[in-house]
């Protein structure tokens, strides 16, 4: 199968309605988001959203996302839309935040991967709301990555991945954010299953309390079940060793010195994930700047892609830690599932 490239930047109207089309028609389009890349189908047809499965090489138990462009869309979706859901709706939609609550019987299975309940969200890129509204249907849509790999935030970042396995990827540029939406379960006291741009302090904010699921800063026990099924598996990974340095920061640069130079000694390719705050401590070490350590979001925005990036020269990537309030929570939840949990204390 031959993929080809739509610029939606250029050409909006004339890349969404072939996007829509394919979607019609029970095939898979990539398509960009204020979030990462998506990888959408029809989401009420079960043979296209088992491709979407198929594409990724993603467990089948690991359930989708459906992507509306109306807010009233979400009503044949959900048996009953709560109050608490409207608020959070209002506020917040459309945007990076995803609601889970109780399916109704339109949605297939292969959606919600047998779960009782679905998740739905509102895009507001530009190409995203366009494309869903055209194909007229919720679009399912997990991230465009191999399953496992870190979640694509440009379209080169698609091509890498999906080249040959999908007809077409909108190409709208990079994306606002950088790290998937935030993950909010409905079903009972509201919870994050997933850490996102819109905060456990933004939603508090709208809802009041907020509980945050066990799995997002530490790995499952034996026996212990993931709220979100996705939290199971392996995660963001790149194929470089990824460790975590946290504590305070003069001693986080400290250690990653200590850890740099004891590396290349080794032989090891290694190289620094840094902030604008330390890079005065990696001089003549290979080291890329993420972003600021006061704004966390401008390091979620960078995270992915250098990940990508770093990953084609090094075999040990050495990130700093960073403070788990505001972004930070979504932040240090997908640099620990990349370095596969493994923290040092500085
Ligand atoms: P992705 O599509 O790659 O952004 O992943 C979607 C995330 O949302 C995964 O972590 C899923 O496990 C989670 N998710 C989707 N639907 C549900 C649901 N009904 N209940 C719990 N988690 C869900
Ligand atoms: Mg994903």
């Known amino acids: 199968m031959v993929t080809e490239v739509i610029n939606t930047e250029r050409q909006p109207e004339a890349g969404t309605r072939q996007g829509a089309k394919l979607l ?14 998506g990888l959408g189908a029809n989401g009420l047809d079960e043979a296209a959203v088992r491709s979407i499965f198929a594409a990724k090489g993603r467990p089948s138990d690991n359930p989708l996302i459906l992507h509306v462009s109306r807010k009233s869309d979400v009503q044949p979706l959900w048996d009953t839309v709560p109050r608490r859901a409207r608020q959070l709706m209002d506020a917040f939609w459309p945007g990076p935040l995803t609601l889970i609550c109780r399916r109704s019987a339109i949605v297939p299975d292969a959606v919600t991967g047998g779960l ?20 007229g249907v919720p679009v399912a849509a997990p991230s465009a990555n191999l399953s496992g790999r870190p979640s694509p935030t440009t379209a080169a970042h ?37 850490p996102g741009a819109i905060t456990l302090e933004m939603l508090s904010a709208v809802v009041g309390e907020v509980q945050v699921a066990k799995s997002i800063l530490a790995p499952l026990g034996q026996g212990e079940t993931a709220a979100s099924p996705g939290m199971k598996y392996k995660h963001y990974a790149p194929k470089a060793e990824v460790v975590v340095i946290t504590g305070e920061t003069q001693k986080i640069a400290k250690k990653v010195c200590e850890m740099y130079n004891l590396a ?34 401008t390091l979620c925005a960078t995270l992915f892609s250098s990940l990508r990036n770093i990953d084609e020269r090094a075999d040990l990537i050495l990130a ?19 370095a596969g949990f493994q923290l040092i204390e500085a």
């Not at 005065?280 to 600021?292: E, H, N, R, S, T």
């Not at 972004?327 to 939840?333: I, K, R, S, V």
């Open 24 to 37: 019609r028609e029970g095939a898979l389009v990539a398509f960009p988001t204020e979030t990462v890349y």
């Open 116 to 135: 009782d309940t679905v998740a739905v969200r509102m895009p507001a890129n530009r190409t995203a709301h366009m494309l869903i509204q055209k194909a």
């Open 158 to 194: 698609v091509l890498e991945d999906m080249d040959g396995r999908i007809p077409l990827i909108l190409d709208g540029g990079p994306c606002r954010y950088g790290v998937e939406s935030t993950v909010l379960s409905l079903c009972g006291a509201p919870t994050i299953l997933r």
């Open 264 to 297: 290349e000694m080794q032989g090891k390719n290694v190289e620094i994930a840094a902030t604008i705050q330390t890079k005065g401590f990696y001089k003549g070490k290979k080291c890329v700047i993420l972003g600021d350590r006061n704004h966390p979001e």
């Open 320 to 338: 700093e830690g960073i403070p788990t309030d505001h972004a930070g929570l979504a932040y240090m939840n997908r640099l620990l599932r990349a």
